[in-house]
């Protein structure tokens, strides 16, 4: 049976002999000689990167500020706020505030003091879970401010909304890139599920500090006394104290509070079900307009485009951008302006009715209702199962994304990559830099016509980017060394049908695209022949009718078969498959959004 922590969620329970004291001993092992040791600490910024980190408000700002909450007395050693929670945000008018990680040993990690004029806060503050404890360092005067209260600052004070949000980010940075956070994973590189957790708290901006138990024998010796098994790793560590074992995403996530609660009561005025660039512009738009939003997301933020190392042909980006930042940063607007983030969380089946409602039902039986629906829940890259032993590497040896989280486990060595789309020459460009060599097993006879000129240019002038046409991957060759690895694989001439086996040992795969309509099966929406979403215009009028469409005008532009249903990105028959008209149909959707309310 599952157990509840303090925190809420349903975790696996951990047996009897994993206690306190295996959470205390990793602690003190491991975070010495990883942490506290080889991390970046706030006593080594420079004046300016301190001034970003900590800026002093003036007096006309916390003037405005005093406003929205109330002051405090706060004895020395009082806790302000716990790791996992974040309901109020405080700055300091007379004291100091020490921002602080406890481990389980009974010892912390000092952070960072804040003092007169400072406040505290990460982008936490927006969604109500911190990663850091808060206590009083003195006796200290303290303005205390609600989250809901903060939420209205950043929604109607310009000044004050852009020095808030540019420090909450900044802090964000340093605490991800500096391994500060209150999670420690334990496992192992060769393990899929141990990749999983890593890609899911990486993508989802959450600080967490990674032990590769083949790399730290120390630390694999305490497991071992403990009697930690094969079967309970990965580990997780949380707070210092909790151990799950093993745990799924979802169980992590819920663990760590790091999504909104599903209200099922609440009739939203639009849910948004997949948060790529198409579905994170609608919730910005919508939200922003005053629609109530709930946005779905089954993994992460950013979709496909997500998992680029780099788009350099979007607007307004010259140096170009990593598809994380930029599912980050369009997250964060979103929930700036009050969208509700559901994540993870996967779409399982939409139910019409009754009346004009819409019910969205997720994976773990709860469910949403909303006037309005915007599908965005994309694409995602053909599997090669019908190659024996595809789906046991995938997680070990066979990925789907290329980002910092892959890269570092093929540095050196020979990879290959299938696909000839803009997606897989960044990931070439970007793996290229790292690896051996990589070779580009494409299908067709070049990359002209499925690749953006510029992406071609910068292949053809990499000396380690070897493309390999008319070629298709036809074996995979493994090794069970330490568990199941690839060794070699072999590849396949479609025309000459001449084969060649090479000893590469891990595959990014980026070829077709597979809509995410499934969970759309057995309602009255229209889909073509490849399972993409007809929207506007494409229906014919026999599908129309034989969706049951009983109002009187025709649907509008990216409306579904379903009155107030609208497909946007890159599950929409005939989309572009590009970022900016992603963003752009995203966008363009709330304006029908508001002339169907208005009906």
């Known amino acids: ?202 993508r989802n901006g959450y600080p967490y500090l990674y032990v590769d138990l083949e790399q730290d024998p120390e630390t694999y010796n305490i497991l071992n006394h403990f009697g930690v098994s094969e079967e309970d790793l990965p580990l997780v560590i949380g707070h210092g104290k909790d151990v799950l074992r093993c745990p799924s995403v979802c169980e992590l996530a819920q663990y760590l509070r790091i999504t909104s609660d599903v209200d099922e009561e609440t009739v939203h005025e639009t849910i948004i079900v997949g948060a790529g660039p198409a579905g994170l512009a609608a919730g910005v738009y919508a939200a922003s307009e005053g629609l109530s939003t709930a946005m779905v997301e089954q993994e992460a933020p950013g979709g496909q485009a997500g998992s680029s190392s780099k788009i350099e042909n979007y607007l307004g980006f010259p140096l170009g951008i990593s598809g994380q930042d930029l599912a980050q940063a369009g997250t964060l607007q979103a929930m700036k302006f009050g969208a509700k983030f559901i994540i993870p969380a996967k779409a399982q089946q939409l139910e019409a009715g009754p009346g004009t409602l819409y019910r969205v039902h997720l994976h773990d039986k709860q469910s949403l209702k909303a006037r309005t629906i915007i599908i965005a829940s994309g694409a995602k890259y053909r599997r090669l199962t019908h190659i024996p032993h595809w789906e046991e590497l995938e997680g070990i040896a066979i990925f789907y994304s290329a980002t910092g989280l892959e890269a570092r486990l093929c540095e050196g060595k020979e990879v290959a990559i299938i696909g000839g789309a803009n997606s897989a020459g960044q990931a070439a460009v970007f793996l290229s830099k790292s690896v051996a060599k990589v070779h580009m097993l494409v299908r067709g006879s070049g990359l002209s016509a499925t690749m953006s000129k510029y992406l071609v240019q910068r292949i053809e002038a990499t000396p380690k980017i070897v493309v390999h046409t008319h070629t298709e991957l036809v074996e995979l060759h493994l090794s069970k060394k330490n568990g199941i690895q690839l060794e070699a694989i072999t590849w396949e001439n479609n025309e000459t049908k001449q084969r060649e086996t090479h000893p590469i040992s891990i595959i990014f795969c980026m070829a077709g695209a597979e809509p995410n309509t499934d969970w759309l099966r057995g309602c009255s929406i229209a889909i073509d022949e490849k399972g993409f979403v007809q929207t506007g215009s494409d229906i014919t009028p026999e599908k129309l009718h034989a969706a049951g469409w009983k109002r009187k005008r025709q649907p509008m532009l990216y409306e579904t078969t379903l009155p107030g249903v609208f497909a946007v990105g890159d599950l929409r028959s005939g989309n572009v498959k590009r970022v900016a008209s992603a963003v752009g149909e995203g966008s363009c959707s709330v304006q029908l959004i508001h002339r169907f309310l208005a009906e």
């Open 1 to 202: 049976m599952p157990a509840t922590t303090k925190n809420g969620p349903t975790v696996k329970p951990a047996p009897a002999n994993f206690t306190n004291e295996l959470a205390s001993d990793v602690c003190r092992t491991a975070i010495p000689r990883i942490v506290r040791a080889s991390t970046p600490s706030t006593r080594g910024l420079t004046e300016s990167q301190r001034n970003e980190l900590f800026p002093v408000l003036d007096q006309d700002e916390l003037e405005r500020l005093k406003k929205f909450g109330s002051i405090v007395h706060v004895p020395k050693d009082t806790i302000l706020v716990h790791e996992g929670e974040s309901n109020y945000f405080h700055v300091v008018l007379h004291g100091k505030l020490a921002i602080v990680l406890p481990y389980g040993d009974g010892t912390e990690e000092h952070i960072a003091d804040i003092e007169d004029g400072m406040f505290t806060g990460d982008t936490d503050i927006l969604n109500g879970r911190s990663v850091v404890r808060v206590k009083a360092a003195v006796d200290s005067e303290v303005l205390e401010i609600s989250r809901s209260n903060v939420q209205t600052i950043i929604q109607t004070d310009v000044d004050l909304s852009d020095k808030l949000m540019r420090t909450f980010i900044a802090r964000r940075v340093f605490l991800v890139q500096g391994h500060k956070g209150d999670i420690i994973l334990l496992g192992s590189r060769y393990s899929s599920d141990c990749m999983r957790l890593k890609s899911f708290l990486s």
